[in-house]
Structures are given as C-alpha cells and as structure tokens.
C-alpha cells in the first residue's frame, strides 16, 4: 500500500514540476493503482512456494522463482523500451537478484540470533 501511495505522490509532484500547475487526482489514480497491484502481486511471487510446499524446500523455488521472474520482467522491459534484451535481462537479475539474496541472507543471520 505504501509503494502506491508513494507512487501516486511521485506522479503527481513530477507532473506538477512538469507544468507548474496541480494535476487533478483524476490523472495520478489510474498510475498509482497499477503500482499498487503491480507490488501487491510481485510480492506474492516469493511468498507462494510457502503455501504449496514444505519450509526446507520452499526456500530455495522461492529463489529461483523470484530470479526467474526479474529475468523476464527485464526481458518484457527491453521488448517495450526498446533496448538490449540480454542486458535489460542481465541488469534486473543482478540487481533484484542481489537484493532478493541479501534478504535471504539477512533472514537466516535474524533467525540466528
């Protein structure tokens, strides 16, 4: 909920600078809703494994799931802008990749202590 409020906020505060004037909520509402579902149904990429397999192997398809999911969300994103697929694809793997790991990471040093 908050990255669509955020959204919303940021569509509306560049639309503003762009032009000088407010923008009506009319147009920064259809925007902040598809980030709000948008995060609502990529943060259920990682989390499905858990509701259909056990917690020693859900793991590791969540990993896999969610690398393979920022793989092809970079392709999708290359196909529309317009750009290198391979690198649009290579760019979002690493860098959502690191973040997904570094949470994974970041889970089993908390569940250590």
Not at 2 to 17: A, D, I, N, P
Request: proline fraction near 5%; glycine fraction near 10%.
């Amino acid at each position: 909920m908050s990255m669509g409020v955020g959204s919303f906020l940021t569509e509306q505060s560049v639309s503003e600078f762009k032009t000088h004037h407010d923008l009506p909520l009319s147009k920064s509402l259809p925007g902040s809703l598809v980030m709000f579902f948008s995060y609502l149904f990529s943060g259920l990429i990682p989390l499905s494994p858990y509701i259909f397999l056990p917690p020693s192997s859900a793991l590791w398809f969540s990993v896999a799931l969610s690398l393979s999911s920022l793989c092809l969300l970079g392709l999708i994103n290359a196909r529309i802008s317009g750009t290198n697929l391979f690198r649009q694809a290579r760019r979002m793997l690493i860098l959502g990749g690191s973040v997904a790991v570094s949470g994974v990471f970041l889970g089993v040093f908390l569940k250590g202590i």
